[in-house]
């Protein structure tokens, strides 16, 4: 049995590979699982960009999200601060997937099946033990830095396709253009469902 099949089964653990040198998130938010670190520092501001894609990914039809914008505006701390806020929203938990490390497309299942404990079996493809391991799973993926692997975007599009219950929440410096994306960035009027600025000079003054 893969730690993804015991994802739900054990409340309280963390099946999922934490990233090396990082604690668990507080106490309170361990009955679902979850490999997401802990941060050092609280939020600064953000409140509305935090609601704002909160309040999207809880739409039954959202399944994915894009936080998009230049490196260092805080894509990944927004990022992991609404998948701490959504975790009670899946049963099956969370899973973060640092992806600044791959620059090899070709790893980016075996990145994703790895922070899901799922292992290579040798018979069948990373991609479709991912696909049946995830295909019922009421998850959210939270996949960071997906600048590096763009190419692999369309894949992303088949496991949301097949596994009716995930959704993902991705950062990346550019837009993925996958069907079903809602991406947030200083584009926003593109996406008149998102009433999201993502002004760097506001930002800026945050840290
Ligand atoms: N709203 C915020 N509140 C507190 N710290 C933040 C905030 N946004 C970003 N940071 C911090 O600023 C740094 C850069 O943010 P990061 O999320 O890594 O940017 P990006 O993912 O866009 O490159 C990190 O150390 C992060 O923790
Ligand atoms: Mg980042």
């Known amino acids: 049995m893969t730690l993804v099949d015991r994802v739900g089964q054990q409340p309280g653990h ?41 309040t999207l990914l809880r739409r039954l039809e959202v399944r994915l999200v894009t936080l998009t914008g230049p490196g ?16 009670d929203d899946f049963v099956d938990g969370v899973c973060f997937v640092p992806l600044a490390a791959s620059s090899d497309s070709d790893l980016v299942a075996a990145t994703i099946a790895r922070a899901l404990g799922i292992k290579e079996t040798g018979e069948r493809s990373l991609f479709d033990l991912l696909l049946a391991s ?17 190419a692999v975007a369309p894949r992303l599009s088949n496991l949301l396709a097949e596994c009716p219950h995930l959704k993902m929440l991705v950062t990346s410096r550019a837009v993925l253009h996958i069907r079903g994306e809602h991406a947030l960035s200083r584009c926003w009027q593109r996406h008149p469902d998102c009433r999201i600025c993502w002004p760097s000079a506001r930002i800026s003054r945050c840290w």
């Open 14 to 54: 963390s099946p999922m590979e934490q990233p090396a040198e990082t604690e668990p998130l507080a106490d309170h938010l361990d009955a679902r699982p979850h490999n997401l670190p802990a941060q050092l520092t609280s939020l600064i501001g953000r409140e509305h960009e935090r609601q704002a894609v909160c």
């Open 72 to 87: 260092g505006v805080g894509k990944t701390r927004l990022g992991l601060q609404v998948a701490t806020d959504l975790l």
């Open 134 to 150: 995830l295909q019922d799973k009421h998850l959210l993926l939270l996949l960071d830095n997906f600048e590096q692997v763009l």
